[in-house]
């Protein structure tokens, strides 16, 4: 089985929003709802569940009902944090998961994937036991020597840029946060579970990724989302 856990957990203040930005309407219909519809009808997803902040849960529900998403199977509360909003979400399916089932953990501001980024993390995913969808680095760079200047450069060669979804066997991600939580590790990483797997030694295998996959975080994300929406809507119509 191949499950989507879709992030709707966090608040997104950075958009100075009236909601969390995963909840903000693009041409009359929730960013969340945009990303949702990537996984209920991508033909090898089999369910989805939605790790969702406490406040929009009853309103999440009526969401589901109102787009008639077949897929979504269970909806669990976010955590104070990212990796807490993911442990909830690996937990709530501690007893509905398989040992080899594939968990696609994707974040609900980030309606702009496409069907063949979760095709490739679910292949990788079979192959390697996990994939992280990466794209090459393509902008000059450098390191910060304050906020003012740099001067050491970045190989640029050398980078991955890493994005959702993250895709993993379910035994494996349940026992990398089982590890991370008695280790300490998770407490002293940057929040994401990528940063826990190079803190616990764990290797990373990269899927097909794509620039355009961004995630929403600012209003002039949502802007260009709203664009992205009405090229496809014309798209459609010729």
């Known amino acids: 089985m191949n499950i989507a856990v879709i992030l709707a957990g966090g608040v997104g203040s950075r958009v100075g929003a009236d909601r969390p930005k995963q909840f903000i309407e693009i041409m009359g219909k929730p960013v969340l709802a945009y990303t949702i519809e990537k996984f209920d009808s991508h033909p090898e997803i089999d369910a989805i569940e939605i ?21 979504v199977k269970w909806i669990t509360e976010g955590g104070s944090t990212f990796q807490g909003s993911v442990m909830n979400g690996v937990n709530n399916l501690e007893d509905k998961a398989d040992d080899n089932d594939i968990v696609l953990i994707h974040f609900g501001a980030s309606p702009f994937v496409e069907a063949e980024i979760i095709s490739d993390a679910i292949k990788v995913c079979k192959e390697k ?30 980078v991955a840029c890493m994005n959702s979804p993250h895709a993993f066997k ?58 992205y929406v009405l090229l496809k809507q014309k798209r459609a119509e010729n």
Not at 51 to 71: A, N, P, Q, R, T
Not at 172 to 182: A, M, P, Q, R
Not at 186 to 197: A, G, K, L, N, Q
Request: charged residues 30%; proline residues 1%.
């Open 129 to 158: 036991g996990n994939a992280i969808s990466t794209t090459d680095f393509f902008l000059l760079s450098g390191i910060k020597d304050d906020e003012t200047k740099s001067t050491k450069w970045i190989d640029r060669d050398t």
């Open 51 to 71: 790790v969702c902040v406490k406040s929009h849960i009853d309103y999440l529900k009526e969401m589901v009902k109102k787009y008639g998403f077949k897929k």
């Open 170 to 227: 379910y035994k494996f991600v349940y026992d990398l946060y089982k590890e991370g939580v008695e280790t300490g590790v998770i407490d002293r990483v940057e929040p994401h579970t990528t940063t826990m797997m190079y803190a616990l030694g764990k290797t990373i295998y990269f899927s097909k990724g794509s620039q355009t996959n961004i995630k929403i975080t600012t209003k002039e994300d949502l802007d260009l989302f709203e664009g």
